[in-house]
């Protein structure tokens, strides 16, 4: 199983930056898909997931409006579009697979996670 993040980077206040999340090694429609990400001396924390059929979504209420989580079950890929990106978001973001979870929030329902692409945002 490999879960390989991509498009972090360093980027200004207000600026966009799309996650990607490339998956292997299993099968990719029967997972829900999870962003989780982890700020220095800060838990992991939820961002975003979408369930494994793609009609169902959630986010942190402090990323509604600004993230949209979507999935390509052709492509085994998952992506995150982040939009007016604050200070506040700098972490390193990690994907998550789980086997058709519904408690799409709670990390300790997932399987399989990558190792992170870090997110750095200037004021």
């Known amino acids: 199983v490999q879960l390989v993040e991509s498009g972090g980077g360093l980027v200004q206040a207000g600026a966009s930056l799309r996650l990607s999340c490339a998956a292997s090694?299993?099968?990719?429609?029967?997972?829900?898909m999870g962003w989780f990400r982890q700020a220095p001396g800060k838990e992991r924390e939820f961002v975003a997931a979408?369930?494994?059929?793609?009609?169902?979504?959630n986010y942190a209420d402090s990323m509604k409006g600004r993230f949209t989580i979507s999935r390509d079950n052709g492509e085994n890929t998952v992506y995150l579009q982040m939009k007016t990106l604050k200070p506040e978001d700098m972490a390193v973001y990690y994907c998550?697979?789980?086997?058709?979870?519904?408690?799409?929030?709670?990390?300790?329902?997932?399987?399989?996670w990558g190792q992170g692409t870090q997110v750095t945002v200037s004021s």
């Open positions: 998550a697979a789980g086997y058709r979870v519904l408690g799409l929030a709670n990390r300790e329902n997932y399987d399989y």
């Open positions: 979408i369930n494994w059929s793609g009609d169902r979504s």
């Open positions: 090694g299993f099968t990719f429609s029967q997972y829900s």
